[in-house]
C-alpha cells in the first residue's frame, strides 16, 4: 500500500493552477491519516477544504510532507530504485522510514538511520519503519556494501555532503530538489563531478512548485594511469 500517492492522485485535480476547474468535490482524507496527523494542521486543511477544495489543496502538502515524505513515492520510481540498489540500500536521513518500507516491502534489504528521531523539525510523529540513531557520515562509512540513498538532504546543512564524502560504494540514489532547497554547493559539486547520472524514465510526483526528482548516480571510475 501507497497511501501518499494514492491521496496526491485522488488529489490531483484540485492542486495547483487548473486551466479547467475541476468539477464535484474531491475524495475525504482516510480516518487513519486524520487521527494521526497534527491537530493543528488538520483544523485548518479543514477550514481551507471548507472554503473551496482548492483552497484545502494548498495545505494539503504540508499535512502529508509531515506524515509521509518530502517526495511523493511513485510505483515507478519505487520499482525504479530497488532495481538500481542491487536489493541493498542505507537510507540516510529516512525521516520517519516511509520510503524504506515501500522500498522494503519491494524485496529490498533497507537500513534506515536518521540523526534525529520523529517528531522533528521536519516530520511528524508517524513511525513507517524502524529507523536507527544514526550520523549519517558514520552510516555511510560504516556501509560501502550498501547503495546510498539520500531525500531532500537539508538545505545549508553539511549532511549529505559529509556522507557522500564518507561513501565508499558505488550507487547513489538521490531525492530532492538538484540544488535548489537541498544540500549545500558542496554536495552538488561532488555529485556533479565525481558521479555519473544512469538514465531513467522514472518520475516522481510533484507538488506545485517543487522541483524535486529521482536521480541514480554510479560513481566515475578513473581511469588506470599507464606504468
Not at 5 to 17: D, N, T
Not at 95 to 102: D, I, M, V
Not at 197 to 208: D, G, L
Amino acid at each position: 500500500m501507497n497511501p501518499y500517492f494514492e491521496i496526491f492522485q485522488a488529489w490531483q485535480p484540485w492542486l495547483g493552477f487548473p486551466r479547467t476547474p475541476p468539477t464535484g468535490t474531491p475524495p475525504a482524507l482516510p480516518d487513519e491519516l486524520r487521527a494521526a496527523v497534527d491537530p493543528d494542521m488538520l483544523d485548518v486543511f479543514d477550514q481551507m477544504s471548507a472554503l473551496s477544495p482548492r483552497m484545502g489543496g494548498m495545505t494539503l502538502r504540508d499535512l502529508l510532507v509531515r506524515h509521509y515524505a518530502w517526495s511523493i513515492p511513485s510505483p515507478e520510481a519505487l520499482s525504479a530504485a530497488a532495481h538500481f540498489s542491487g536489493g541493498r540500500i542505507l537510507d540516510v536521513g529516512a525521516g520517519n522510514g516511509y520510503w524504506a518500507s515501500l522500498l522494503a516491502d519491494l524485496g529490498v534489504d533497507v537500513l534506515a538511520t536518521d540523526l534525529h528521531p520523529v517528531p522533528n523539525g521536519y516530520m511528524g510523529a508517524a513511525q513507517h519503519y524502524p529507523v536507527q540513531v544514526m550520523d549519517a557520515a558514520e552510516a555511510a562509512a560504516a556501509h560501502p556494501d550498501r547503495t546510498l540513498m539520500m531525500s531532500w538532504p537539508p538545505l545549508d546543512d553539511p549532511m549529505g555532503a559529509r556522507a557522500l564524502e564518507a561513501y565508499r560504494g558505488d550507487r547513489v540514489i538521490y531525492l530532492g530538489e538538484w540544488g535548489g532547497a537541498c544540500g549545500t554547493p558542496a554536495l552538488f559539486r561532488a555529485l556533479n563531478t565525481e558521479w555519473e547520472h544512469v538514465p531513467s524514465a522514472a518520475a516522481i510526483p510533484r507538488w506545485t512548485g517543487m522541483n524535486d526528482r529521482l536521480v541514480l548516480l554510479n560513481r566515475k571510475r578513473t581511469p588506470d594511469k599507464p606504468r
